[in-house]
């Protein structure tokens, strides 16, 4: 029969309970001296038991009492009123932590239960800044593809008429300068549809450490002598993704390190195989466990303030001056790394640098490889279907197209699509993804087999260009130049010979 517990055995069991809460719990005597912690409320301290036992509160935190925390406690002393607030703990490290605390009257003094909530609180943040980063990113990217649809009439008219007039003529100098003044602003929408993840992506599996390597020794004369670059390369898994883009992406941060670094430092550039666990994960809002290849660039820079970081990837935010940027190279860091899948993480402090970390997801099953040369390809006749919704835009690839030889139809609807596609003797189709009765997947997956298809768009998500782009598909990024158009269809007409 089991023996009866004694009281000592009683309290030995609720001492070890309360030990292992989850929250602190302290007893404050009237003459504010530590009468009671369990041991959660001394790791809560960052002090041991005997540090703060017997100890007034006052000694213990020199100062304490001119605080507002100070202050409520005091009210609950006085009044025998409970109460909760949260309360934000700076520790002698310079270190900061939020805690909630409930405080409730016992016969000699208070009794405090504190929570730690600083994980909780920097999630909810990460999450509301998230939601900030994609509502922004979704009104950028709305208005840079329809501002692309028009400047992309106006470059490409400006090409067509060029070709038609003697350079001597007097209007070709102004054309030039119209259409080199919407391609410059088009490099301007370019990085905006890539903030909203919206950029066309040439996807590929990439060696992330290779990748690095190859844009830092393309990067030492735009660093100059002053920085010293060190390459912390490991291996890591394939990642799917741009090796344009990405060079991109190393490139705008190192840019970006050396400008924090005015007067000299060093640049610090890693790659690593990391797996999180779901624990890790949990610690990052919208974060999955798994294996990622994690790029790392930092720097002994001037570091930032929290106001800067909060707003750091925000399209046309800088704090350079006037003239010196567009406040448009971060926010194509963070889109190039969201576009694939990743993940970017900022750790700076005034006076102490600041590091970017990127964690790309692995691509299991796949292994990197090398992008092909482009090659010339000859041309061919063919009759060709333009489908887009934008007069002016579809009246130019028209116009061009023609200009080469080829024979093309035209329609401005799915709906007309389909009713030429139907007709048969078309070879390929050029036609926009977004159609206002449909879209042009929807179109081609009723053409006849054999038919070429190349999508027009300023934009296209990760997701959906494995399902549209097929062998038999292309994607064509607006705003495109008449060069370009024609080397994508020749190139497509070539593999259908083939």
Same mark, same amino acid.
């Given at each position: 029969m089991q023996q009866p517990l004694t009281l000592a055995d009683v309290e030995t069991r609720l001492r070890v309970s309360i030990d292992h809460l989850l929250?602190?719990?302290q007893v404050l005597t009237r003459g504010w001296t530590y009468a009671y912690l369990n041991q959660t409320a001394a790791r809560h301290a960052q002090r041991t038991l005997d540090d703060l036992l017997g100890r007034t509160i006052m000694s213990c935190y020199p100062g304490v009492e001119t605080t507002p925390m100070f202050g409520r406690l005091q009210a609950v002393m006085e009044t025998r @009123?409970?109460?909760r607030f949260r309360n934000e703990f700076v520790y002698p490290d310079g270190t900061r932590r939020w805690f909630d605390l409930i405080v409730e009257p016992v016969p000699d003094g208070i009794c405090v239960i504190s929570l730690d909530v600083t994980d909780e609180l920097r999630l909810e943040e990460e999450l509301r800044h998230a939601h900030k980063m994609e509502a922004l990113g979704q009104l950028a990217g709305g208005v840079a593809h329809d501002f692309n649809n028009q400047l992309m009439v106006i470059t490409g008219l400006c090409d067509l008429l060029l070709s038609e007039m003697d350079a001597a003529h007097p209007l070709a100098r102004d054309l030039t300068d119209i259409r080199d003044a919407g @391609? /410059? &602003?088009?490099?301007l929408t370019k990085h905006l549809l890539?903030? &909203? @993840? @919206?950029? #066309?992506?040439?996807v590929v599996p990439l060696d992330l450490s290779e990748v690095a390597a190859r844009t830092v020794t393309m990067l030492e004369r735009l660093l100059g002598e002053r920085i010293h670059v060190e390459l912390m390369l490991e291996p890591s898994p394939a990642i799917l993704g741009d090796a344009m883009q990405l060079e991109h992406v190393i490139t705008n941060l190192a840019v970006n390190a050396r400008d924090a670094m005015p007067g000299g430092g060093r640049l610090? #550039?890693?790659t690593k195989d990391v797996t999180l666990s779901e624990?890790?994960? /949990?610690?990052?809002?919208?974060? &999955?466990?798994g294996r990622y290849a994690v790029l790392s660039v930092a720097d002994t820079g001037e570091g930032m303030t929290e106001e800067t970081k909060a707003r750091l990837f925000e399209p046309f935010y800088t704090t350079?001056?006037?003239?010196k940027g567009t406040g448009l190279g971060l926010s194509t860091v963070y889109g190039v790394t969201r576009q694939m899948g990743g993940y970017i993480w900022v750790y700076s402090e005034r006076g102490r640098g600041t590091t970017f970390k990127l964690h790309f997801p692995a691509a299991d099953g796949f292994a990197p490889v090398a992008s092909d040369e482009e090659t010339a390809l000859p041309d061919r006749p063919a009759t060709i279907l333009v489908v887009e919704d934008e007069a002016g835009l579809r009246e130019f690839a028209v116009r061009a197209l023609r200009r080469f030889g080829y024979t093309v139809h035209e329609a401005a609807s799915a709906e007309d699509a389909s009713a030429a596609l139907a007709g048969?003797? #078309?070879d390929l189709v050029l036609t926009d993804v977004v159609l206002p009765d449909g879209t042009g997947p929807d179109v081609v997956a009723r053409a006849p087999a054999g038919v070429r298809v190349v999508f027009m768009s300023g934009y296209a998500d990760l997701d959906d260009r494995p399902r549209a782009a097929t062998g038999d598909a292309r994607f064509l990024e607006k705003p495109f130049t008449i060069p370009a158009l024609m080397k994508v269809v020749r190139e497509m007409l070539d593999n259908a010979e083939r």
């Open positions: 929250e602190g719990v @009123r409970p109460d @391609r /410059r &602003s088009a490099q890539t903030f &909203s @993840r @919206r950029q #066309i992506l040439d610090t #550039i890693g624990e890790d994960a /949990r610690q990052h809002a919208l974060m &999955s466990a350079k001056p006037a003239g048969g003797g #078309i």
